[in-house]
Each structure stands twice: as structure tokens, then as C-alpha cells.
């Protein structure tokens, strides 16, 4: 009998992704909650963007897509950025709001397309080995799931998308405050509980460890590197198995 549990099914938060949530996001979160409680360094998250987005990439969760939005474009062989027509996004995001919002910001860099989708319903509306970056930045402690087991089909479904040669997926998420391996201030434990109350649908990590994160990633992925940065947890791998 297999010991990884069902997954679990998400449910949309327009209070905190529709407009109005979104058009603070960047400051209360990215600038705030991150800062302080998370102990996020912001400029090491803007370096894994820079150096992993290719130009046919795909972002889940994007939100306000502040990081993908401030990296630079991708180069290509002759060192200079690659054409609006031959840069590909695809966003994909279970709520509405952010593709909204991301679509406009991104648009004249890159054809974008969207995707309305739960990022553990399988199968993506992606093609299998048809994008060369993945990023999935603090999603999977949205995600409800009794610990990252349940979560594991946005592993499988990230390999499953990058090409075999040069595909790299990169991100990160919020363990549980029980995590022996991250660290959470007074102030993120504060967050970590309010926020994990399940009718405020915010976080449903309680059971996340980084542990499993590396587990997970390694059934995979060939090359993981799993770092921690205070209360996150941050990866690169490439090397998807097929
Ligand atoms: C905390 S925000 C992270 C935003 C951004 N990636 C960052 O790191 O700043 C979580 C994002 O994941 C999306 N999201 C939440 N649950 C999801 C699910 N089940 N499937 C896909 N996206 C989801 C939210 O709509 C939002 O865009």
C-alpha cells in the first residue's frame, strides 16, 4: 500500500488574490512579511530569477508577479535579450486575479498565455518537455495537503513539463512552524498560526518539512539543491526523471 496521501482539493481566495489584495501585496508581503517575519532576503530571491528565467518559461502562482516582472530578459546566443516573438510565459494560477494582473505587466516582453488551473489537479495544460524553466514560488504552502506528500503532483507535473536537457525548476515555500530545519521569529510563528486557521484558506503547511521537500524533489529530479533562508525553504533542480 502506497503511504503518500490523497491529494487535497484547493478552493480560490478572492479576498486576498483579487484586485484589491493584489494591488498590496507587493508591500505588505513582499516588503513586509517577508522581511521581517519570514527573514526573506528579497535581492536573493531576484538573483534565482535572473539566473533561472529562460525564455520559455513558466510561472505558477505568480500573484503580483513582482519577481518575474523585475528580471531581466533572457539573452540569446549573441548576448543580447531575446525578441518580445520569440520569448514565450505561460502563467498558470488558481485564481483569476493574478493572471489579470500579470497579463498587462508582461505583455511586449513576451507572448503570454494563461492558465486558470490548480496547481495539484493533473494534468497541467502544459505539454510534456515543451518549457525550460519552471518557477513556483510560495505556493505550495497555500496548497492545502497533510505535509508535502500530498503535494507531490506539483513535482511530478513540473518534471513532467521541463525538457529533459536544460530544463530548471526553481522556487521556494513556508514550511511549518514545527520545521526543526527552518527558523521562525516570534513574529512568524504569530503569522504561521493565524494564517493557517482553516477558514481563513491563507496557509495549510502545518505538516510541511523540509525533509520531505528534498524527498520529494529528489524522486523527481536527478540534481536538487534544497537551501534554508529563515522560516524558507528555497530550491533549484534540474534533471526531471521521466
Ligand atoms: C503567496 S502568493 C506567492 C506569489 C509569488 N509567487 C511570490 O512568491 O511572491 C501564492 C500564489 O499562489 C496562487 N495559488 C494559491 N493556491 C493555488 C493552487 N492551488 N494552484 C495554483 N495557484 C495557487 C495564488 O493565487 C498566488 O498567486
Known amino acids: 500500500m502506497s503511504d503518500t496521501p490523497p491529494p487535497s482539493v484547493s478552493a480560490p481566495n478572492p479576498r486576498v488574490y483579487g484586485p484589491r489584495g493584489l494591488m498590496r501585496y507587493r508591500r505588505l508581503i513582499i516588503g513586509l512579511s517577508s522581511r521581517h517575519a519570514w527573514k526573506i532576503d528579497n535581492d536573493r530571491l531576484a538573483r534565482m530569477y535572473a539566473s533561472h528565467v529562460s525564455a520559455n518559461h513558466l510561472e505558477v502562482g505568480p500573484a503580483d508577479g513582482h519577481f518575474l516582472s523585475q528580471a531581466p530578459d533572457p539573452v540569446d546566443a549573441s548576448g543580447g535579450p531575446v525578441p518580445a516573438e520569440r520569448r514565450r510565459i505561460q502563467l498558470m494560477d488558481l485564481n483569476p486575479g493574478p493572471l489579470r494582473m500579470c497579463e498587462p505587466k508582461l505583455a511586449g516582453r513576451a507572448r503570454v498565455t494563461s492558465h486558470v488551473h490548480d496547481v495539484l489537479s493533473a494534468p497541467w495544460p502544459v505539454a510534456d518537455a515543451s518549457v525550460d524553466s519552471v518557477a513556483m514560488f510560495h505556493v505550495l504552502h497555500c496548497v492545502p495537503g497533510n505535509g508535502i506528500r500530498a503535494k507531490a503532483t506539483a513535482f511530478s507535473e513540473a518534471a513532467r513539463v521541463l525538457s529533459p536537457e536544460q530544463g530548471v525548476f526553481f522556487g521556494a515555500t513556508l514550511p511549518g512552524a514545527a520545521d526543526g530545519h527552518t527558523s521562525n521569529n516570534w513574529l512568524a510563528r504569530r503569522l504561521q498560526h493565524a494564517y493557517n486557521q482553516p477558514e481563513r484558506n491563507i496557509f495549510h503547511n502545518r505538516g510541511d518539512r523540509v525533509t520531505d521537500l528534498r524527498a520529494v524533489l529528489e524522486e523527481h529530479f536527478t540534481d536538487v539543491e534544497v537551501?534554508?533562508?529563515?522560516?524558507?525553504?528555497?530550491?533549484?533542480?534540474?534533471?526531471p526523471r521521466a
Open 227 to 239: 537551501t534554508v533562508m529563515g522560516a524558507d525553504a528555497l530550491w533549484v533542480a534540474r534533471g
